[in-house]
């Protein structure tokens, strides 16, 4: 089972916003052009691992 609050919390608003940055804020930036797109591609990185992990994501069961 699921876990949206993984996915559409975690991992859909990181893709969004490294995305943003990586297409948007970077070309706008002179001398830091490059390290705006590296920290932007990691942050949508990331997003897709938490994204990834949150589709796989299963409660363990309880052991009494």
Do not use: C, D, R
Request: charged share 10%; no cysteine; proline share 5%.
């Amino acid at each position: 089972m699921a876990s949206k609050g993984i996915t559409v919390g975690v991992g859909i608003p990181m893709i969004v916003v490294g995305a943003l940055m990586a297409w948007l804020w970077a070309p706008m930036e002179g001398n830091l052009q490059n390290q705006v797109e590296l920290i932007g591609s990691t942050i949508g990185i990331l997003g897709i691992v938490f994204f990834i992990s949150g589709l796989f994501y299963t409660k363990e069961p309880v052991m009494h």
